[in-house]
């Protein structure tokens, strides 16, 4: 059989992807697959049909990896979390404050308000940042009647989207730690929390005209730590020298 006899037919058999019978020097030999009418099997590699596997499980829309799932949770849980920027703080509303900041507003700043504090002896610095981002996660500009009941089921839905894991525990924790009170840090929190009301309330009044005195007399006496107490004599004697 001529050479280029051998290469047209070898040709052929690969493009068909069907059996391919040659001769050479009177023995026979087969390659590349099988005919149609054939019942014999070709052999593939396992490497082959792993890689295929992977391939096909990888373009599968049903396939979901852990760091998908994780992905998914925390931006639909970062979606929901979307309402705390644009939802205005109730009492400024009420009030009649123009622009009034919104609920992530007020947590910002007291994230940055425990960030700056002086050390506190046994208090831990970034607990208390984390409970200032978290205490009103759940809010939604409801009356002090159904707030706790309601602040308590919304928070339990957004840390059922995180799946329920360690973060989700975490924030669950904190939350509770400050409804309850019942910590070093959850006072120090409670504290800024109201500081950083009539510190606002401060501003109002110097930028709108406002007269926002029962913020101040609401807050007054109740101030559980020393930072809390000195941040609130400032904030007092900046409003009556203004």
Not at 7 to 28: D, E, H, P, Y
Not at 85 to 96: L, P
Not at 142 to 157: D, P
Request: aromatic residues 6%; glycine residues 6%.
């Amino acid at each position: 059989m001529s050479r280029a006899i051998f290469k047209s037919t070898l040709l052929a058999g690969i493009s068909c992807s069907t059996q391919l019978r040659f001769t050479i020097n009177g023995s026979s030999f087969r390659a590349f697959g099988k005919s149609p009418s054939s019942s014999s099997s070709s052999r593939v590699s396992p490497m082959a049909t792993s890689e295929r596997s992977d391939a096909a499980a990888a373009s599968s829309p049903s396939s979901s990896s852990p760091a998908s799932r994780s992905a998914t949770s925390a931006i639909d849980f970062l979606t929901l979390c979307h309402r705390l920027k644009t939802t205005k703080r109730a009492g400024w509303v009420k009030k009649g404050v123009e622009n009034p900041e919104s609920i992530a507003d007020h947590m910002y700043r007291m994230g940055v308000m425990a960030l700056i504090a002086a050390d506190i002896p046994g208090v831990n610095r970034d607990k208390c940042v984390k409970m200032a981002i978290v205490h009103d996660m759940a809010e939604d500009g409801i009356s002090k009647l159904e707030k706790s009941q309601r602040e308590q089921e919304a928070l339990e839905h957004m840390c059922k989207l995180l799946g329920g894991g360690p973060q989700a525990k975490e924030i669950a924790d904190l939350w509770t730690e400050y409804e309850e009170n019942t910590s070093l840090e959850a006072k120090v929190v409670k504290d800024l929390d109201k500081v950083e009301m009539i510190l606002q309330a401060l501003e109002y009044e110097n930028e709108q005209g406002k007269d926002l005195d029962e913020f101040f007399q609401s807050t007054a006496g109740k101030f559980q730590t020393n930072i809390g107490k000195a941040w609130a004599s400032e904030i007092a004697s900046r409003r009556r020298n203004h």
